[in-house]
Nanobody, 119 residues
């Protein structure tokens, strides 16, 4: 069973940057993609970015498209989320997730890492 562990969250001032990591362990097969989601207090969990594991194709939510970059190191089974020009509205718990197919839901989730952006 694949397990995901996020790291890199913290407190940063508006306009600053953070880099989140998502390390996968226990992999016995290649997943289709890995993605980042976030959930702010009182709001629904929302999609942030995803990367197809084999091809590197990326997708982003409109709210982060020009500021965040998702990447991966296949040999390390690790995905990253580089977050630049952070805004207070980016404050949320950020979760890493994976799935085995384009046609399935994200079925493996990390426990989340807190990102707080102050004014």
């Amino acid at each position: 069973q694949v397990q995901l562990a996020e790291s890199g969250g913290g407190l940063v001032q508006a306009g600053g940057s953070l880099r989140l990591s998502c390390a996968a362990s226990g992999r016995t097969f290649s997943d289709y993609d890995m993605a980042w989601f976030r959930q702010a207090p009182g709001k629904e969990r929302e999609f942030v970015a995803a990367i197809v594991w084999n091809t590197g194709f990326t997708s982003y939510a409109d709210s982060v498209k020009d500021r965040f970059t998702i990447s991966r190191e296949r040999a390390k089974n690790t995905a990253y989320l580089q977050m630049n020009s952070l805004k207070p509205e980016d404050t949320a718990v950020y979760y890493c997730a994976s799935r085995t197919s384009l046609f399935t839901s994200y079925n493996v989730w990390g426990q989340g890492t807190q990102v707080t952006v102050s004014s």
